[in-house]
């Protein structure tokens, strides 16, 4: 090899991160003056970085706020960034949502709402539904992660829970004109599942909400099955006349993240090979996949010739039945070393482009052939940390794991494994 594998992968992972960058990806986007007022609103991991980019190019008066993760903010001047809860909604995120949907009433025909959107704005933009009560809330959203239920499910759930979901942010500013601009961290992106999908009609019903509610077995409680049987639970279906002035544009995704990457694998003379930008599933079924597409090359050349890095994205879900730490990129890295069991030549990185894995201080980690060797000799079985749904610690003691801090955006899951000889 004429490249560092370690090296190879962490630039790979960094260019994924930075073609999403707000100030990359953002300012062509940004649509024409209004006659009256420009109100900004917004939500997601993304969504200081992304006011901010809107502060540093709009020409022109500009007013409003949006809401981001804690430890996610961004210094604006014009726009209020708040920070509340995630991935469980807290009171300040229910709060900057009430202002939110307060800020866009009472406008006029000349007026604009500029919608910044990205992954996590479901779990910030909080505000419960009549009836409906925060804990009510977090204890669904909390089972939810917990029961292995994906994004497009969880999401279904939550916008039906929702008096700002499901389009109805974008119902209240009527009749403004409504601009969204939008980062996608989901399989598909589909813009309904985006942050629930404030500012789009939605085509799921209540009915599909209680039956992922069934599907999955949560504990909820009379009063919110009572509400999504009921009429008022219904979000904007496609069609309505209320949604007639909103456009929704989608500035980044997974696909143009792993496009980058890529390039970068292609110009150190390692062949890539993108599998796909939105895989779903148990975190350590995909890794057996990718396992066995990695065996498959090094000893077939097949489905390409090594050196080459199998590349893809989406989001896998993890069932947790354990007690021990770690997001879907720790849990997905440790089966893959599992299933590979030291194999010679393969190297791996998992990642999420927010910075964040799960609820832990790491964005992910890598692996190398002799990790599971080297932690076995220090006592770690990474068989025992499997089952305990402890990724995060057993790469820790490999001083494995990849810390960014926040990046400020979010395009979902990167993983890259580098198949060489």
């Not at 370690?6 to 999403?20: I, N, P, Q, R, T």
């Not at 609103?41 to 804690?70: C, F, S």
């Not at 893959?336 to 832990?360: F, M, N």
């Not at 025992?384 to 490999?398: E, H, P, V």
């Amino acid at each position: 090899m004429t490249f560092d594998p370690g090296k190879l992968l962490l630039d790979m992972f960094d260019a994924a991160v930075s073609a999403a960058s707000p100030e990359k990806c953002l300012p062509q986007h940004l649509p024409s003056r209004p006659k009256g007022r420009t109100i900004v609103v917004g939500a997601g991991k993304a969504a200081g970085a992304m006011a901010k980019a809107v502060e540093d190019h709009w020409d022109g008066p500009l007013e409003g706020l949006v809401v981001t993760r804690y430890g996610h903010g961004a210094p604006c001047r014009r726009i209020e960034v708040i920070e509340a809860g995630h991935p469980v909604p807290d009171a300040a995120g229910r709060e900057a949502a009430e202002r939110i949907l307060a800020s866009v009433k009472g406008l006029t025909a000349d007026d604009l709402v500029l919608c910044l959107i990205s992954g996590g704005g479901s779990a910030l933009l909080a505000l419960p539904a009549a009836g409906i009560t925060l804990a009510d809330k977090q204890g669904i959203n909390k089972a939810l992660l917990k029961s292995g239920a994906n994004i497009s499910e969880m999401n279904c759930v939550r916008k039906h829970l929702s008096a700002i979901k499901g389009g109805k942010l974008a119902a209240a500013a009527a009749p403004a004109r409504v601009f969204a601009l939008l980062i996608s961290d989901v399989p598909g992106d589909d813009p309904s599942v985006i942050a629930s999908g404030p500012t789009v009609a939605d085509p799921t019903t209540s009915a599909d909400a209680l039956a992922i509610i069934d599907k999955y077995q949560i504990a909820a409680p009379d009063h919110v099955r009572a509400y999504l049987r009921s009429p008022e639970s219904e979000t904007l279906k496609p069609g309505d006349p209320k949604l007639a002035g909103v456009t929704n544009v989608m500035i980044a995704t997974p696909q143009m993240s792993l496009e980058a990457a890529a390039a970068i694998a292609r110009a150190a003379g390692a062949a890539p090979l993108i599998l796909a930008n939105d895989i779903e599933g148990e975190a350590r079924d995909v890794a057996l996949v990718h396992a066995a597409i990695a065996r498959q090359v090094y000893h077939f050349d097949q489905p390409a010739p090594a050196p080459c890095v199998l590349i893809s994205g989406g989001e896998t879900t993890v069932t947790v039945r354990g007690s021990g730490r770690g997001g879907r990129n720790a849990e997905f890295l440790l089966a893959l070393g599992v299933a590979l069991d030291g194999h010679k030549g393969v190297y791996a990185l998992a990642g999420d482009t927010d910075g964040i894995d799960g609820t832990e201080d790491n964005a992910g980690a890598l692996l190398f052939p002799d990790s599971l060797a080297k932690a076995a000799a220090a006592g770690v079985s990474a068989k025992a940390r499997l089952a305990d749904n402890d990724g995060y610690s057993f790469f820790a003691a490999l001083d494995h794991l990849i810390v960014t801090g926040p990046t400020r955006t979010n395009v979902n899951d990167f993983r890259a494994i580098l198949v060489a000889r």
